[in-house]
């Protein structure tokens, strides 16, 4: 499994396997992204923890039409998540940020 941290108010557009853009007709199923019940509180954002299957290589994100209204967030359409990180690395950060972790 592969995690990455998305801001509240973002929601997840496309995704990238090694042979491309994820197909549901080739693989007859959609990509298995969760978010799970762990986020991080840091500077008033809110982030929560996603989990990815392991074909994901990357994950395009956008920030929706409630997010859109935020000062921080208008003038961004879309950004493509290229650094997925492993389950190692989520608790190392953990570990080591100065943000407040919230289980829900």
């Not at 986020?39 to 920030?63: A, F, G, Q, S, T």
């Amino acid at each position: 499994m592969k995690y990455f941290f998305l801001s509240e108010g973002w929601a997840v557009g496309r995704v990238w396997t090694v042979g491309g853009l994820w197909s549901e007709t080739a693989w007859r199923r959609a990509p298995d992204i969760e978010k799970m019940n762990l986020c991080i509180l840091d500077k008033n954002e809110k982030m929560w923890l996603h989990r990815v299957e392991d074909p994901v290589l990357m994950v395009e994100i956008y920030p929706t039409a409630e997010a859109q209204k935020s000062v921080s967030s208008q003038n961004i359409g879309n950004v493509v998540l290229t650094r997925l990180i492993n389950s190692e690395k989520v608790l190392e950060y953990l570990c080591t940020t100065s943000a407040i972790c919230q289980i829900s």
